[in-house]
Structure formats: structure tokens, C-alpha cells
């Protein structure tokens, strides 16, 4: 989003994680603050530098959310996936916390005098601590099944080839996806001027070539409106030493650095050579102007270079929608794929036997219905391996990762837990936790409801910290007839009393 207004790559996602966790951490320290001058029974006075912090990062936090909702509204779906996999242990967490939290609750009740006062409190925090209890009842998550339920390990496509060890859609990309063993790679076609199908994702070859080097006024035109002549002089590994998308490219070997530096932009012809005998392939297809020779013709150029390749026709998931039938006509044998959702009618009546989605666009229900309809599905972009945990229990049959060479090492996911030892533990955890906070309260309210307690450290205290003068007259009294109880009944010793201000 930012590369294609501004102009230059960089990669926002450090600065701006590495920010948010400034903020919230900061926030988190003042609370801890505030929840030990409770505890101790003062108030917490903020320097006006924190108030402007606390206010700057407030209205950080509401711009950046605002922004994700006008800009990125996809993303919040992102949410529900990772409480897929963080919710059973996120509740334990903040059981914890809440049931900690009691200590506080507790002394804080015991030291009110009012009875409204101490209903409003007892009530928030009761409806706090049932609602809590009851969360596991929204939670609904794909690793809460069965182990004997699990479905096979999804397999692995490469996302233009395998871009953390090698620079995208480059020949040493997807040689060493055939290295990693997928189960087949992606990749992007566009067609050059003069009709050589070749690999580039952007519309521009700004990015990912030298082009403002050695073609500077033409920077900024289509990648098809080049001839492969230009194309070939291009270097396509350069920027991704620079540039270092993934972090990784200083982790290379000193041949694979070298390699990786010397790569040019790739024909479809040599990627197909590479692949033909090993992995199955997803092709995406660039729209091309209007202005391009080959516009009407593109797919057939591009079929007939496949077909001429010798890859089998079972091993190619044929995404584009344009000419599906021709295609359909010439390659019977190619897995026509869809980019678009479509529902399990629409998809038997185009020919269609495979999605291809963002694991944003599905639910777990569509993957079990898409599999009960005998339709496969393939999501992307699919990198980390808890991201990939989830939708392996989820019952998807593959994914396009830029890290096939991760995903692959991982023999289970992450966690699986049966139903019966989930709920086991979610109760066992409620009863703990409602045992404890039943224990702190009464202990609390036995600790600083007796009149034994009020004593003249207290009062001084109390004055100390700015109790309201009714607290403060209450204490003393209780003070007082404390005494007389335990027998300073003589007039000397009331007037000694008087005369010091008890």
C-alpha cells in the first residue's frame, strides 16, 4: 500500500509493532502503579508528561484503528483466527488475573463504609468474574476435537517459488521449492511485447528489477510492454539482498548470496523445465493493456507453452476466469481453479474443482462443506506455523506459503485438544478460581472489618492520603470506644484523650 504511493519499499511492520508494544507497555506499567497504590491504600497522582502520554497513545490507538477499518476492514477477520488458537489459553490467563484481581476488590469493600457503595462494587465485579466463567461458551475452536479426527497434513505450495530463500519468481526460487520438497509452487505470467510468456507479480518492474537503472524513462510503463530482449539485460536479485523482505537474506549460504545476486527476470519455459517432473503449479495471469499486440491472445500464447513443456496437465490448477472454456477445450486435463467464493452448485456447473482464497474468506463450516462436496481448497498467504495448525484442523487440503521451508518441519499442530479435557479444565479452572476469590473476601473482610484494626498508625495514615473527614471521624470514634473497652474508663484518662484529640 505504501510502495505503490510512496515510491520506495521498506518494511512498516517492525516500526510499527515495535511502537504499538512501546505504548501498550508503557500503559501497562502506569496500571500496575496505580493497582499497588490501591493496595496500599494512597492515591496515584500522574506527572502531567504521563497524561500526555497516556492521551498521545489514546489517540494513536483510535487513528491506527480507524485507519485498519477504512483502509485494511479484511484484516479484522484476522482477529477471530488468532483467538482460534490463543482463546482456551487467553481465558486461563485472565482467570488469573481477575481472581488476583480480588485482593484488591476484597480490601477495598471491607474499607467502605457504605452499603450502596459496597453493593455497586460487589455486583461489578461479580458480573465480571460469572461473565468470564461462562466465555469458554463462545469459544469455538478447530483444535478442540479429537486426535483421531485429524485430518492429513495440508500440503504446501510455494508462493512464487520460495521467496525467503531466494528472490520471487526467479529460477533459484522455485529451484529450491523443488528443493523443499512441496507439493507445487505459484507463480505470475505476464507476456512480454513481442509474445514470451514470463514471471513478474507487480504491474511495474520497479520493485523487483534494476529498471530505474537501466531504463529509467520507461520506469513506470506495464512489465508487458517491454521485449524480452530489455527484460533479459534486468537484474531480479538485487533488490532482494537490499531490500531483504523476509529478513533472511543475510542468513544465506556465500554461494546461494552470489546466486541470488546474479538472478534475471524468468521465463515461464525455464520455470516449467524446473518444476515439470516434481511439483504441480497454480498460474496467475496479469491483465494486459488494452495497447498490448497480444492482448486477445495471451492465454493461447501461454497454453501452448505449457503444453509444450511436457508438465502433466493433471499437475496444473488453471486459476484465470477469462477463457475458461477454450481452456477447458485445449487442457481437459487442468484442475480448474477458482479465485472467486462460490457455493458448491455454481462450482460443479463451471467445471471448477479447486478454490483459491485468502484464509481470511473462509469458515471453517465452508471448508467442511466444500469437502463433503468432494471440492478442494487452497488458501494463501499462509507463513506461520500457528496460522497453519489452525486451518490443518480446520480439515483445508493445501496452502501457498513464502515459507514452504518452515511450515514443512511441523509434524503436528500445535496444540489438540479433545472436547472432554477441554471442558475439564475450563471447570476445573472456574471452581479454583471461585474457591479463592469466596477464600480472599472472606479473609479480607475478617482482616479489615474488625474494630480491632482501627488503631492510630491508621488514622495518621488515613489523613496522610486524603480520606474524606467522615472516614477519618468514623475511625476515630471506633477508636475511642475501642478503648473504653479495653478499660481506659477513668476521667484522666478520657481528658488526657480529649486534650491530645482522640
Known amino acids: 500500500f505504501l510502495y505503490n504511493r510512496m515510491g520506495y519499499w521498506s518494511d512498516w511492520s517492525?516500526?510499527?509493532?515495535?511502537?504499538?508494544?512501546?505504548?501498550?507497555?508503557y500503559i501497562t506499567v502506569l496500571l500496575i502503579l496505580a493497582l499497588c497504590h490501591i493496595a496500599v491504600g494512597q492515591q496515584m497522582n500522574l506527572h502531567w508528561l504521563h497524561k500526555i502520554g497516556l492521551m498521545t497513545t489514546l489517540i494513536t490507538t483510535v487513528v491506527t484503528m480507524s485507519s485498519i477499518a477504512q483502509l485494511w476492514d479484511d484484516e479484522w477477520e484476522m482477529v477471530f483466527i488468532s483467538l482460534q488458537a490463543t482463546a482456551p489459553f487467553l481465558h486461563i490467563g485472565a482467570l488469573a488475573a481477575v481472581t488476583a484481581l480480588s485482593w484488591l476488590i476484597a480490601g477495598q469493600f471491607a474499607r467502605t463504609e457504605k452499603a450502596t457503595s459496597q453493593m455497586l462494587m460487589f455486583t461489578a465485579y461479580l458480573a465480571a468474574v460469572v461473565?468470564?466463567?461462562l466465555v469458554p461458551l463462545t469459544i469455538s475452536s478447530p483444535c478442540i476435537m479429537e486426535k483421531k479426527a485429524l485430518g492429513p497434513k495440508p500440503a504446501i505450495i510455494g508462493h512464487r517459488g520460495a521467496p525467503m530463500l531466494a528472490p520471487e519468481n526467479t529460477l533459484m526460487s522455485f529451484q529450491k521449492a523443488v528443493e523443499q520438497k512441496t507439493y507445487g509452487v505459484q507463480a505470475d505470467v505476464v507476456l512480454s511485447y513481442d509474445g514470451v510468456p514470463f514471471l513478474m507479480h507487480d504491474k511495474t518492474l520497479r520493485r523487483t528489477t534494476n529498471v530505474e537503472e537501466l531504463f529509467p524513462e520507461r520506469a513506470y510503463e506495464h512489465s508487458s510492454m517491454f521485449n524480452w530482449t530489455d527484460l533479459e539485460k534486468l537484474n531480479a536479485g538485487e533488490w532482494f539482498l537490499q531490500n531483504d523482505p523476509f529478513w533472511t537474506a543475510r542468513s544465506l549460504s556465500m554461494s546461494d548470496y552470489l546466486e541470488a545476486?546474479?538472478?534475471?527476470?524468468?521465463?515461464?519455459?525455464?520455470?516449467?523445465?524446473?518444476?515439470?517432473?516434481?511439483?504441480s503449479l497454480i498460474l496467475n495471469f496479469q491483465e494486459l493493456p488494452p495497447a498490448h499486440?497480444?492482448?486477445?491472445?495471451?492465454?493461447?500464447?501461454?497454453?501452448?507453452?505449457?503444453?509444450?513443456?511436457?508438465?502433466?496437465?493433471?499437475?496444473?490448477?488453471?486459476?484465470?476466469?477469462?477463457?475458461r472454456q477454450l481452456v477447458r477445450q485445449i487442457a481437459p486435463g487442468f484442475q480448474q481453479t477458482s479465485g472467486l467464493k462460490l457455493d458448491t452448485e455454481r462450482m460443479r456447473e463451471k467445471g471448477i474443482v479447486k478454490l483459491n482464497l485468502r484464509y481470511t474468506k473462509v469458515t471453517n463450516e465452508d471448508v467442511r462443506d466444500y469437502t463433503m462436496a468432494n471440492l478442494s481448497v487452497n488458501l494463501y498467504t499462509v507463513n506461520e506455523p500457528w496460522l497453519y495448525s489452525i486451518l490443518w484442523c480446520a480439515g483445508v487440503q493445501s496452502v501457498t506459503s513464502d515459507s514452504s521451508h518452515v511450515l514443512r518441519k511441523v509434524p503436528f499442530p500445535i496444540w489438540l485438544m479433545p472436547p472432554d479435557e477441554y471442558y475439564l479444565i475450563w471447570i476445573t479452572s472456574d471452581l479454583i478460581s471461585f474457591i479463592v476469590i469466596v477464600g480472599v473476601f472472606t479473609f479480607q473482610k475478617w482482616r479489615l472489618g474488625s474494630i480491632r484494626t482501627y488503631n492510630p498508625e491508621q488514622i495518621m495514615l488515613s489523613a496522610a492520603v486524603r480520606r474524606s473527614s467522615r472516614d477519618v471521624k468514623i475511625m476515630k470514634e471506633k477508636l475511642i470506644f475501642s478503648e473504653i473497652n479495653n478499660g481506659v474508663e477513668t476521667t484522666d484518662e478520657l481528658s488526657l484523650c480529649s486534650e491530645n484529640g482522640y
Open 14 to 25: 517492525i516500526p510499527i509493532l515495535v511502537t504499538t508494544a512501546a505504548g501498550f507497555t
Open 131 to 133: 461473565a468470564l466463567y
Open 293 to 323: 499486440p497480444y492482448y486477445s491472445t495471451y492465454i493461447n500464447i501461454t497454453l501452448e507453452t505449457i503444453l509444450a513443456s511436457g508438465i502433466r496437465q493433471q499437475a496444473v490448477m488453471w486459476l484465470p476466469d477469462t477463457e
Open 261 to 279: 545476486a546474479n538472478q534475471s527476470v524468468c521465463k515461464l519455459a525455464d520455470m516449467l523445465e524446473v518444476i515439470k517432473d516434481n511439483t
